[in-house]
């Protein structure tokens, strides 16, 4: 890709503290342009967890850098993470995790209200999303009146409310059936497309990582190439 | 070992470690240690209190088959020869008992000041004065008698004994001068030994002399307080009792030498009631801490459970298994509370005494001992606390149904069915403060008290989700966030709020009661002080105010009138104290008040009683509690073994005597007795009179034989405020503990949610939320739930107070007392709950911010 890198990550190490504390990242570089979409499998254990919590400025790693947007995030002390995160990354989980007792307008509304946007402006943000994942019929409705694919319609919406420069997807189809994931998947993609937000897609479905622009393993605590690659 | 138990450690096995974290068992363990301390520690002292009091009382004459006896005041010793020479009596022993104060004129302190001066040497102590016919005496009771050798002193003309610790107390030794102080200074004795302490009468204080100096020395010639009699061989008691009682003057009366100990105790018994209910109340709020922490530690291992029963686990296993826990918590907590309230009684003994400062048992000294059946019945009841706790979310575990169990956390909303029985259980609650008292006790008070508390828990998840419901939609994040998830958790709120309800509710209600209780009783010692100057005193007869001593205060410069008051005892129920008589002068010439009518006439000189056909008289309330009179009825009174007959005019309160008084014109009282004393005075001066320099200049005009106790009404109010606030000290140490319990068990509601949503936190983290935000929420919850606890406590205390007030005060002590509401303290309370409960909610949230918050995101749900 020509256009400027949106994430860039070098040498990035991690080990983790106690006497058999095992290296996860190891010496890690990467860099995602704006507007990638990434998708990176591995076996368990293998630190893809590790990685994204680094990158979400959850976990701070031994050493290396990872700049976002050109912010040097390991610079970062935990506020300034905090905003950078509030701000410019967008989570989507597995478990969907949507506040069972806020609306499906509500829940998305939520990450610009933590970020100071007025209730009433967030509420409207919040619609609107609903409404390009199809689900404006649904904004009043509590996560446990919708399907499985309708949660996580609306947590990806609710990645997207701040139109956040990376979007971070831990097995986001590993708790819905095939099709239903896949459906998931593309609307992330088309979602990440019209905003030019990049994407890192962990997961372990080959199928699913085949939506994204490029496929990396990790291995040993570093990312190589999917040998099974095409494009 | 079987089969059964081998499954049932294999359960208990599986559901060790989930029930959150340690500190919150630590809570529940202490919160049961508290209570039960509390409860064992007032039982232990009252226990010591009331045995050393009757033991104190049989000591002579314990070991007698009948006792004759006629209150303080006693009975003309001419009916001793009558008795004595009855048939079936094989002896009568008269005895003399007072309570005297007493001072040693000689030993360490003659030495020092040289004896120059009497008014110098000696402390005043009130020390017990028995006299005895001791050879009578010894046909009776052998054991209670001097040995020998003392025995012929105490014969010789003048002579004392003083027991150990009478002799400590007065720092007086053999052969040392003993002046009592209730007579004139003649009489003087001489200590004529010391006697060794009985067994187990260690610390009674008691001066022992023949009956006839007893008598002369006590100012009693002609009385005695007592009579003990043994009976013939073949005698039957109950014969010659209701034969004996037939023969006895009015107000005189025969039973069992047990029967004055009980009328004792009797005395402090509602007191003891009171306190020891405050104790349990302490122990049920530490109940509801044990309910509140298992309920969520069921919560949390509720799939852990499902998981059991879907592997085959018996419903009585999961029963078992979490009531077994409970019982570890409650045998831990109860063995805890047994030791230290063991240790806190025989401080508390050593420290105040006891009654703990309430004035009951004045003049005993109360011995720790260690009363096993009291610290097992607490071993057990704090352990049954601890069970009863986890009786609904063990049955609830038991019974859910694994599949569902298995799925998602419960999110319960309150059944239908809690909310009406909280309801009827307050209802009931409100018709049992109608009932009357059970053998002399509120029970029914009781009972409607922990009524009204259940029913307002059983009502909380409802309360809870309605306020909740009805709460404005905040326009801000973090308030609206508090709220709409408070809404969704009304259940689990609604257990954080129980032992804080619980906690608030006891310590408001005590606020109530006793703020009312401080102010009426200060309106009254206004009402009922209205003179300027008051004396007491003992003149030439002792203790009491002779006619010509009247005269001449009343021919005081300065004095503008006089009213002259006279007290006598009179017994009118076996099982009851005696009934104070007072004779003062009506109508009440001097002041518009001097007397609390709550009911009928008052003795208003401008407006004199109307329709007494009799003397009219006015009795206390506790005669309309105890002996059912009424405006109007005709009263008829024993005095000196004569009928006085009386028409009662009005009621009035009186917070002095908890067990009856009368009031009636001296006049009349004068013309049926010939008694011409008075015991207390009040001096109503003339305009412009410095009463503080009058009290001055008849201390030294007076003649100083006379001794008088003069005191303004100020004083007085003051002396009786403290010993008041002295008498609920202990209570404060009630409440504290229970608001203790309260805050533990807040936080460990708090505490438990917290961990339970890890995972929500961990969200929040994710989407941006900063450490402040969160904690901003979970104080914003604390607060909001904390304020909910704090008003529903409010509310319930006021309830509770009102019960207090108008059921369970007016049964034990016989006394009415209006509301007053003490807003500013109620205020203090629910501020001071509402900031540590708060910061409970706070610090408890700590545990849940961890990298345990980020991982429970990446669990799968």
Same mark, same amino acid.
């Given at each position: 890709?020509?256009?400027?890198?949106?994430?860039?990550?070098?040498?990035?190490?991690?080990?983790?503290?106690?006497?058999?504390?095992?290296?996860?990242?190891?010496?890690?570089?990467?860099?995602?342009?704006?507007?990638?979409?990434?998708?990176?499998?591995?076996?368990?254990?293998?630190?893809?967890?590790?990685?994204?919590?680094?990158?979400?400025?959850?976990?701070?790693?031994?050493?290396?850098?990872?700049?976002?947007?050109?912010?040097?995030?390991?610079?970062?002390?935990?506020?300034?993470?905090?905003?950078?995160?509030?701000?410019?990354?967008?989570?989507?989980?597995?478990?969907?995790?949507?506040?069972?007792?806020?609306?499906?307008?509500?829940?998305?509304?939520?990450?610009?209200?933590?970020?100071?946007?007025?209730?009433?402006?967030?509420?409207?943000?919040?619609?609107?999303?609903?409404?390009?994942?199809?689900?404006?019929?649904?904004?009043?409705?509590?996560?446990?009146?919708?399907?499985?694919?309708?949660?996580?319609?609306?947590?990806?919406?609710?990645?997207?409310?701040?139109?956040?420069?990376?979007?971070?997807?831990?097995?986001?189809?590993?708790?819905?059936?095939?099709?239903?994931?896949?459906?998931?998947?593309?609307?992330?993609?088309?979602?990440?497309?019209?905003?030019?937000?990049s994407g890192l897609l962990v997961t372990h479905s080959l199928e699913a990582a085949r939506t994204a622009d490029r496929i990396l393993v990790l291995q040993d605590g570093r990312l190589q190439p999917w040998e099974g690659q095409t494009g | 070992m079987s089969g059964s138990s081998a499954n049932l450690r294999a359960v208990r096995a599986a559901l060790a470690g989930g029930q959150g974290h340690w500190g919150r068992q630590v809570m529940a363990v202490l919160a049961i240690a508290?209570?039960?301390?509390?409860?064992?520690?007032?039982?232990?002292?009252?226990?010591?209190?009331?045995?050393?009091?009757?033991?104190?009382?049989?000591?002579?004459?314990?070991?007698?088959?009948?006792?004759?006896?006629?209150?303080?005041?006693?009975?003309?010793?001419?009916?001793?020869?009558?008795?004595?020479?009855?048939?079936?009596?094989?002896?009568?022993?008269?005895?003399?008992?007072?309570?005297?104060?007493?001072?040693?004129?000689?030993?360490?302190?003659?030495?020092?000041?040289?004896?120059?001066?009497?008014?110098?040497?000696?402390?005043?102590?009130?020390?017990?004065?028995?006299?005895?016919?001791?050879?009578?005496?010894?046909?009776?009771?052998?054991?209670?008698?001097?040995?020998?050798?003392?025995?012929?002193?105490?014969?010789?003309?003048?002579?004392?004994?003083?027991?150990?610790?009478?002799?400590?107390?007065?720092? =007086?030794?053999?052969?040392?001068?003993?002046?009592?102080?209730?007579?004139?200074?003649?009489?003087?004795?001489?200590?004529?030994?010391?006697?060794?302490?009985?067994?187990?009468?260690?610390?009674?204080?008691?001066?022992?002399?023949?009956?006839?100096?007893?008598?002369?020395?006590?100012?009693?010639?002609?009385?005695?307080?007592?009579?003990?009699?043994?009976?013939?061989?073949?005698?039957?008691?109950?014969?010659?009792?209701?034969?004996?009682?037939?023969?006895?003057?009015?107000?005189?009366?025969?039973? #069992?030498?047990?029967?004055?100990?009980?009328?004792?105790?009797?005395?402090?018994?509602?007191?003891?009631?009171?306190?020891?209910?405050?104790?349990?109340?302490?122990?049920?709020?530490?109940?509801?801490?044990?309910?509140?922490?298992?309920?969520?530690?069921?919560?949390?291992?509720?799939?852990?459970?499902?998981?059991?029963?879907?592997?085959?686990?018996?419903?009585?296993?999961?029963?078992?298994?979490?009531?077994?826990?409970?019982?570890?918590?409650?045998?831990?907590?109860?063995?805890?509370?047994?030791?230290?309230?063991?240790?806190?009684?025989?401080?508390?003994?050593?420290?105040?005494?006891?009654?703990?400062?309430?004035?009951?048992?004045?003049?005993?000294?109360?011995?720790?001992?260690?009363?096993?059946?009291?610290?097992?019945?607490?071993?057990?009841?704090?352990?049954? =606390?601890?069970?009863?706790?986890?009786?609904?979310?063990?049955?609830?575990?038991?019974?859910?149904?694994?599949?569902?169990?298995?799925?998602?956390?419960?999110?319960?909303?309150?059944?239908?069915?809690?909310?009406?029985?909280?309801?009827?259980?307050?209802?009931?609650?409100?018709?049992?403060?109608?009932?009357?008292?059970?053998?002399?006790?509120?029970?029914?008070?009781?009972?409607?008290?922990?009524?009204?508390?259940?029913?307002?828990?059983?009502?909380? #998840?409802?309360?809870?989700?309605?306020?909740?419901?009805?709460?404005?939609?905040?326009?801000?994040?973090?308030?609206?966030?508090?709220?709409?998830?408070?809404?969704?958790?009304?259940?689990?709120?609604?257990?954080?709020?129980?032992?804080?309800?619980?906690?608030?509710?006891?310590?408001?209600?005590?606020?109530?009661?006793?703020?009312?209780?401080?102010?009426?009783?200060?309106?009254?010692?206004?009402?009922?002080?209205?003179?300027?100057?008051?004396?007491?005193?003992?003149?030439?007869?002792?203790?009491?105010?002779? #006619?010509?001593?009247?005269?001449?205060?009343?021919?005081?410069?300065?004095?503008?009138?006089?009213?002259?008051?006279?007290?006598?005892?009179?017994?009118?129920?076996?099982?009851?104290?005696?009934?104070?008589?007072?004779?003062?002068?009506?109508?009440?010439?001097?002041?518009?008040?001097?007397?609390?009518?709550?009911?009928?006439?008052? #003795?208003?000189?401008?407006?004199?009683?109307?329709?007494?056909?009799?003397?009219?008289?006015?009795?206390?309330?506790?005669?309309?509690?105890?002996?059912?009179?009424?405006?109007?009825?005709?009263?008829?009174?024993?005095?000196?073994?004569?009928?006085?007959?009386?028409?009662?005019?009005?009621?009035?309160?009186?917070?002095?005597?908890?067990?009856?008084?009368?009031?009636?014109?001296?006049?009349?009282?004068?013309?049926?007795?010939?008694?011409?004393?008075?015991?207390?005075?009040?001096?109503?001066?003339?305009?412009?009179?410095?009463?503080?320099?009058?009290?001055?200049?008849?201390?030294?005009?007076?003649?100083?034989?006379?001794?008088?106790?003069?005191?303004?009404?100020?004083?007085?109010?003051?002396?009786?405020?403290?010993?008041?606030?002295?008498?609920?000290?202990?209570?404060?140490?009630?409440?504290?503990?229970?608001?203790?319990?309260?805050?533990?068990?807040?936080?460990?509601?708090?505490?438990?949610?917290?961990?339970?949503?890890?995972?929500?936190?961990?969200?929040?983290?994710?989407?941006?939320?900063?450490?402040?935000?969160?904690?901003?929420?979970?104080?914003?919850?604390?607060?909001?739930?904390?304020?909910?606890?704090?008003?529903?406590?409010?509310? =319930?205390?006021?309830?509770?107070?009102?019960?207090?007030?108008?059921?369970?005060?007016?049964?034990?002590?016989?006394?009415?007392?209006?509301?007053?509401?003490?807003?500013?303290?109620?205020?203090?309370?629910?501020?001071?709950?509402?900031?540590?409960?708060?910061?409970?909610?706070?610090?408890?949230?700590?545990?849940?911010?961890?990298?345990?918050?980020?991982?429970?995101?990446?669990?799968?749900?």
């Amino acid at each position: 890709m020509d256009s400027a890198p949106c994430l860039q990550i070098q040498a990035l190490s991690k080990q983790y503290a106690g006497p058999q504390g095992r290296r996860v990242l190891d010496g890690l570089d990467l860099q995602l342009a704006a507007g990638e979409y990434v998708a990176i499998m591995g076996a368990s254990g293998s630190g893809k967890s590790t990685l994204l919590n680094v990158l979400g400025g959850l976990l701070r790693a031994d050493s290396g850098t990872i700049r976002l947007e050109g912010v040097p995030m390991h610079n970062l002390d935990d506020a300034g993470l905090t905003r950078l995160r509030r701000r410019r990354i967008g989570f989507v989980f597995q478990a969907f995790h949507l506040l069972p007792h806020l609306s499906a307008c509500m829940n998305i509304a939520l990450p610009l209200q933590l970020d100071g946007v007025p209730r009433g402006q967030a509420l409207a943000r919040a619609r609107a999303l609903l409404e390009q994942v199809a689900l404006g019929e649904r904004a009043d409705a509590l996560p446990g009146e919708l399907s499985g694919g309708e949660v996580q319609r609306v947590a990806v919406a609710r990645a997207l409310a701040h139109e956040p420069a990376l979007v971070l997807a831990d097995e986001p189809t590993g708790n819905l059936d095939h099709g239903i994931g896949l459906r998931v998947l593309t609307l992330l993609r088309e979602q990440l497309g019209s905003r030019g937000g990049s994407g890192l897609l962990v997961t372990h479905s080959l199928e699913a990582a085949r939506t994204a622009d490029r496929i990396l393993v990790l291995q040993d605590g570093r990312l190589q190439p999917w040998e099974g690659q095409t494009g | 070992m079987s089969g059964s138990s081998a499954n049932l450690r294999a359960v208990r096995a599986a559901l060790a470690g989930g029930q959150g974290h340690w500190g919150r068992q630590v809570m529940a363990v202490l919160a049961i240690a508290l209570g039960t301390a509390l409860g064992a520690a007032v039982n232990l002292i009252n226990g010591a209190a009331v045995d050393e009091f009757a033991a104190a009382a049989n000591q002579f004459g314990g070991a007698a088959d009948l006792t004759v006896s006629a209150g303080r005041d006693g009975f003309s010793e001419a009916l001793y020869p009558q008795l004595a020479h009855t048939a079936g009596i094989a002896t009568a022993s008269p005895v003399v008992d007072l309570q005297v104060p007493m001072q040693c004129l000689a030993g360490n302190h003659a030495a020092v000041s040289g004896a120059q001066n009497p008014s110098q040497v000696g402390p005043v102590r009130p020390i017990r004065l028995l006299g005895l016919d001791v050879l009578r005496a010894a046909r009776i009771d052998p054991a209670s008698v001097p040995p020998p050798d003392l025995t012929r002193r105490l014969l010789e003309p003048g002579q004392a004994l003083l027991s150990t610790s009478a002799a400590q107390l007065l720092d =007086c030794h053999a052969g040392d001068p003993l002046r009592i102080l209730r007579g004139a200074d003649k009489q003087i004795l001489t200590v004529a030994g010391v006697l060794a302490d009985a067994e187990g009468a260690d610390g009674r204080s008691f001066a022992l002399l023949d009956v006839a100096y007893a008598q002369e020395s006590g100012g009693q010639l002609g009385r005695l307080q007592r009579i003990d009699v043994r009976l013939a061989a073949g005698q039957r008691v109950e014969e010659l009792r209701a034969r004996v009682q037939d023969a006895l003057p009015m107000g005189v009366r025969i039973g #069992p030498p047990e029967q004055g100990g009980t009328r004792t105790a009797t005395l402090s018994r509602a007191y003891r009631a009171n306190l020891t209910v405050l104790a349990l109340i302490a122990l049920f709020t530490g109940a509801f801490l044990v309910f509140t922490t298992q309920t969520l530690a069921v919560a949390r291992r509720r799939a852990r459970i499902g998981l059991l029963r879907a592997l085959g686990v018996e419903r009585h296993q999961v029963l078992i298994a979490i009531a077994s826990e409970s019982l570890q918590v409650g045998l831990l907590g109860a063995s805890l509370g047994v030791v230290l309230g063991t240790s806190v009684a025989a401080w508390a003994l050593q420290r105040f005494g006891g009654d703990l400062g309430a004035g009951y048992f004045s003049g005993s000294r109360a011995h720790f001992t260690l009363d096993l059946p009291v610290l097992l019945t607490f071993l057990l009841l704090g352990t049954g =606390c601890a069970l009863a706790g986890c009786v609904v979310p063990a049955w609830q575990a038991a019974r859910a149904d694994p599949a569902i169990a298995l799925q998602v956390q419960e999110r319960g909303t309150p059944r239908r069915g809690q909310a009406w029985l909280g309801g009827l259980l307050m209802f009931v609650g409100g018709l049992l403060c109608r009932a009357p008292a059970l053998s002399g006790l509120p029970l029914p008070g009781y009972a409607a008290i922990a009524l009204l508390l259940i029913g307002v828990l059983l009502l909380l #998840p409802m309360l809870t989700r309605v306020v909740l419901g009805r709460l404005p939609q905040p326009a801000h994040v973090l308030p609206e966030l508090a709220l709409t998830g408070l809404r969704a958790r009304s259940r689990e709120a609604a257990l954080s709020l129980a032992t804080i309800v619980v906690a608030v509710s006891l310590v408001a209600a005590m606020l109530v009661m006793i703020g009312s209780f401080r102010l009426s009783l200060s309106d009254w010692l206004n009402q009922v002080l209205p003179a300027d100057i008051y004396v007491r005193g003992s003149g030439a007869v002792p203790g009491l105010l002779e #006619p010509g001593l009247l005269a001449r205060l009343e021919a005081q410069p300065g004095v503008a009138g006089i009213d002259a008051l006279r007290t006598r005892q009179v017994l009118l129920r076996d099982d009851l104290p005696a009934v104070a008589l007072i004779a003062r002068t009506l109508p009440l010439t001097w002041q518009h008040q001097g007397l609390a009518v709550v009911a009928g006439q008052h #003795p208003d000189a401008q407006h004199p009683a109307q329709g007494c056909d009799l003397p009219c008289a006015w009795v206390s309330e506790a005669m309309v509690d105890l002996y059912h009179t009424r405006v109007g009825d005709a009263l008829v009174l024993p005095l000196d073994g004569q009928p006085l007959r009386l028409r009662v005019a009005g009621i009035w309160r009186d917070y002095a005597r908890q067990f009856g008084a009368v009031v009636i014109d001296r006049a009349d009282y004068q013309r049926v007795s010939g008694d011409r004393l008075a015991d207390d005075a009040a001096l109503y001066l003339q305009p412009g009179t410095d009463a503080t320099a009058l009290i001055a200049r008849l201390q030294t005009t007076l003649d100083p034989q006379a001794r008088l106790e003069l005191a303004e009404p100020r004083t007085i109010k003051a002396l009786s405020l403290q010993v008041f606030d002295r008498s609920f000290t202990v209570t404060y140490a009630l409440e504290a503990v229970a608001l203790v319990i309260g805050l533990l068990g807040i936080s460990a509601g708090f505490g438990a949610q917290v961990l339970a949503r890890r995972r929500e936190f961990g969200v929040l983290v994710h989407l941006g939320a900063s450490r402040g935000q969160i904690l901003g929420l979970i104080a914003l919850e604390g607060a909001l739930v904390s304020a909910l606890g704090v008003l529903i406590g409010l509310l =319930c205390g006021g309830g509770i107070g009102l019960v207090l007030i108008r059921v369970v005060n007016r049964q034990s002590f016989h006394w009415s007392m209006d509301l007053h509401v003490p807003w500013g303290a109620l205020a203090a309370l629910g501020a001071m709950m509402l900031a540590a409960a708060t910061a409970a909610a706070l610090l408890s949230a700590r545990d849940g911010l961890g990298a345990d918050a980020l991982q429970a995101v990446r669990e799968d749900a």
